[in-house]
């Protein structure tokens, strides 16, 4: 018999309720995997979990707008009004009854747009929302009886108007996690006590410079720090007593703005800035020791720079540098490092790289400008590019199989081709060996896998033609996997297939398996030598 069963006198089975008589705090953990609306739907169970569902210490509170409202990121004057007074009894609960309060999200509607007027048009629309006026003195209220209910994680996105954060969050002891989006925080003269705090992310929130200083220095356990979009400063400061290890700066310095780094304990830094022309990085030799990521996009780092910062890195493991256009030539020695990425780094003409333990190599740009790149590795090295069809050539070819020729050993080539004509016919594709006169590599590279991805583009035959033969004239893959971005991509796998015919039972092309994962291509290959594989997705 069941053990969950027990029999009445009547002999009918009487089902039992094991899973309702768990205790609260586990059927709280429990719920805390489902959403915000999900977990309130269980309380039509039972009164027990009625009562689950309405102590839960997971708040999430967002706003949401009636398709047909008005303003198209606010709510009707009904549904606020509602939504107001919902959220409101519901936050007066967990103070009347001193309910625990684990994690309150409370998101607004998107300050940036409403109803497509610019930031600089809001302030004569936020007169005419519903119930604005009440929502700054409502969210002061919600978050006291968070902080004093012991709240660990804080996720608030202001509305449409600025708001300021009230000091009590500033001593909010148990905080273990604060985002915040589009608020505003006030100077405060007194001490900051987020003891708990780890996480710190601030997105277009305006603070002053001696304001955010001190709640850096001031939380000693922060971990992590994610400065976006935000104003009000123009240096940061990590002191040497700081335990931070990410770092995380995006278009929010101005352009003599300057990061001082005073503590060694730094693991990833993430630096991204639209329009700036130098390196804003201060620190000490020796300070970056530990530091085993470091992505730059689109910053005005020069060759020095990187070079200087590059003889600091010992334990640098990823480097990831996007649209860094001022660099021209650069030197990697390292012995941990496993990854590279450089992608639409437009001014590069020469790249070197000692990395014993490399793995994998990225390079997303055209090979028109395709520098000359030396890659010195023990280990196995994948290679990532992604180009237009404008440039691939001869010499194209001829700079990948040069490349693929300094490597020791390479698992798999992934090639992605992309135009920039919305998927128009493209013959430009052109291969002829005997451009390049006595120049001779040697036999093309082995390698497992070759991934082939289009990208909104179509080829004529003749370019289908020419690729597959300066591709296995680069190198001579066991498995191809095409991936088509098409609306109707059946054309390209059957003059790909038809190609593949003849170049299937070739000494020169000695294929193993055909992936494709867009289409049924199993009838088109009749090569008894090539095992064909379709809706596979790598």
């Given at each position: 018999?069941?053990?969950?069963?027990?029999?009445?006198?009547?002999?009918?089975?009487?089902?039992?309720?094991?899973?309702?008589?768990?205790?609260?705090?586990?059927?709280?953990?429990?719920?805390?995997?489902?959403?915000?609306?999900?977990?309130?739907?269980?309380?039509?169970?039972?009164?027990?979990?009625?009562?689950?569902?309405?102590?839960?210490?997971?708040?999430?509170?967002?706003?949401?707008?009636?398709?047909?409202?008005?303003?198209?990121?606010?709510?009707?004057e009904e549904v606020s009004a509602r939504l107001l007074g919902y959220i409101d009894s519901r936050m007066q609960r967990y103070a009347k009854d001193?309910?625990?309060?684990?994690?309150?999200?409370?998101?607004?509607?998107?300050?940036?747009?409403?109803?497509?007027?610019?930031?600089?048009?809001?302030?004569?629309?936020?007169?005419?929302?519903?119930?604005?006026?009440?929502?700054?003195?409502?969210?002061?209220?919600?978050?006291?009886?968070?902080?004093?209910?012991?709240?660990?994680?804080?996720?608030?996105?202001?509305?449409?108007?600025?708001?300021?954060?009230?000091?009590?969050?500033?001593?909010?002891?148990?905080?273990?996690?604060?985002?915040?989006?589009?608020?505003?925080?006030?100077?405060?003269?007194?001490?900051?006590?987020?003891?708990?705090?780890?996480?710190?992310?601030?997105?277009?929130?305006?603070?002053?410079?001696?304001?955010?200083?001190?709640?850096?220095?001031?939380?000693?356990?922060?971990?992590?720090?994610?400065?976006?979009?935000?104003?009000?400063?123009?240096?940061?400061?990590?002191?040497?007593?700081?335990?931070?290890?990410?770092?995380?700066?995006?278009?929010?310095?101005?352009?003599?703005?300057?990061?001082?780094?005073?503590?060694?304990?730094?693991?990833?830094?993430?630096?991204?800035?639209?329009?700036?022309?130098?390196?804003?990085?201060?620190?000490?030799?020796?300070?970056?020791?530990?530091?085993?990521?470091?992505?730059?996009?689109?910053?005005?780092?020069?060759?020095?720079?990187?070079?200087?910062?590059?003889?600091?890195?010992?334990?640098?493991?990823?480097?990831?540098?996007?649209?860094?256009?001022?660099?021209?030539?650069?030197?990697?020695?390292?012995?941990?490092?496993?990854?590279?990425?450089?992608?639409?780094?437009?001014?590069?003409?020469?790249?070197?790289?000692?990395?014993?333990?490399?793995?994998?190599?990225?390079?997303?740009?055209?090979?028109?400008?395709?520098?000359?790149?030396?890659?010195?590795?023990?280990?196995?090295?994948?290679?990532?590019?992604?180009?237009?069809?404008?440039?691939?050539?001869?010499?194209?070819?001829?700079?990948?199989?040069?490349?693929?020729t300094g490597l020791r050993s390479c698992h798999a080539v992934e090639i992605s081709l992309a135009n920039s004509l919305y998927q128009s016919v493209?013959?430009?594709?052109?291969?002829?060996?005997?451009?390049?006169?006595?120049?001779?590599?040697?036999?093309?590279?082995?390698?497992?896998?070759?991934?082939?991805?289009?990208?909104?583009?179509?080829?004529?035959?003749?370019?289908?033609?020419?690729?597959?033969?300066?591709?296995?004239?680069?190198?001579?893959?066991?498995?191809?996997?095409?991936?088509?971005?098409?609306?109707?991509?059946?054309?390209?796998?059957?003059?790909?297939?038809?190609?593949?015919?003849?170049?299937?039972?070739?000494?020169?092309?000695?294929?193993?398996?055909?992936?494709?994962?867009?289409?049924?291509?199993?009838?088109?290959?009749?090569?008894?030598?090539?095992?064909?594989?379709?809706?596979?997705?790598?």
């Amino acid at each position: 018999m069941n053990p969950d069963c027990e029999e009445t006198v009547s002999g009918q089975l009487n089902t039992l309720d094991r899973f309702s008589d768990l205790p609260d705090f586990i059927l709280h953990h429990i719920i805390s995997f489902l959403d915000t609306r999900e977990a309130y739907r269980t309380c039509i169970l039972s009164k027990r979990w009625a009562h689950i569902s309405a102590t839960n210490p997971i708040i999430e509170f967002h706003y949401y707008c009636e398709p047909k409202s008005p303003h198209r990121y606010w709510p009707s004057e009904e549904v606020s009004a509602r939504l107001l007074g919902y959220i409101d009894s519901r936050m007066q609960r967990y103070a009347k009854d001193n309910l625990r309060v684990r994690t309150l999200r409370l998101r607004f509607p998107n300050s940036h747009k409403v109803g497509g007027c610019n930031v600089k048009d809001l302030r004569c629309i936020v007169k005419e929302l519903p119930h604005v006026e009440e929502l700054p003195s409502k969210i002061d209220e919600w978050l006291r009886i968070a902080v004093r209910n012991q709240v660990e994680k804080l996720d608030l996105g202001s509305p449409v108007f600025e708001y300021q954060l009230p000091d009590i969050l500033l001593s909010a002891k148990s905080l273990r996690q604060l985002n915040c989006i589009q608020v505003k925080i006030p100077n405060y003269n007194g001490a900051i006590n987020l003891e708990s705090l780890q996480t710190l992310e601030l997105l277009c929130v305006d603070v002053e410079e001696r304001m955010l200083n001190h709640i850096i220095s001031s939380c000693l356990l922060l971990k992590c720090l994610s400065v976006n979009n935000c104003s009000g400063f123009k240096t940061i400061v990590i002191p040497c007593c700081s335990q931070l290890k990410e770092l995380t700066l995006c278009n929010t310095l101005p352009k003599d703005g300057t990061i001082i780094l005073e503590t060694s304990s730094l693991v990833c830094f993430k630096f991204s800035d639209l329009a700036f022309d130098r390196w804003p990085v201060m620190s000490k030799p020796g300070l970056l020791r530990n530091l085993t990521v470091l992505d730059i996009y689109y910053s005005g780092i020069t060759d020095g720079d990187l070079g200087k910062l590059l003889l600091e890195l010992a334990s640098l493991e990823t480097l990831l540098l996007y649209n860094c256009r001022k660099l021209i030539t650069i030197r990697v020695l390292s012995i941990r490092l496993n990854v590279i990425c450089l992608e639409n780094c437009r001014g590069l003409v020469d790249v070197m790289v000692d990395a014993p333990s490399l793995t994998k190599f990225i390079y997303r740009g055209t090979f028109g400008l395709y520098p000359a790149i030396t890659i010195s590795s023990q280990t196995s090295c994948d290679i990532s590019v992604r180009t237009t069809t404008n440039y691939l050539d001869t010499q194209g070819f001829f700079k990948m199989q040069k490349l693929m020729t300094g490597l020791r050993s390479c698992h798999a080539v992934e090639i992605s081709l992309a135009n920039s004509l919305y998927q128009s016919v493209c013959d430009s594709i052109k291969f002829n060996e005997e451009e390049l006169g006595d120049v001779n590599l040697g036999p093309p590279r082995n390698i497992t896998e070759l991934k082939l991805t289009l990208y909104y583009l179509k080829l004529s035959r003749s370019s289908v033609s020419a690729f597959l033969n300066g591709i296995f004239w680069t190198c001579r893959p066991d498995i191809i996997s095409f991936r088509f971005y098409l609306e109707d991509p059946d054309l390209m796998i059957q003059l790909f297939m038809s190609e593949l015919e003849d170049m299937a039972n070739c000494l020169r092309h000695p294929l193993k398996r055909i992936e494709c994962p867009d289409a049924n291509c199993s009838n088109i290959l009749e090569s008894e030598k090539v095992e064909v594989q379709w809706r596979l997705h790598w």
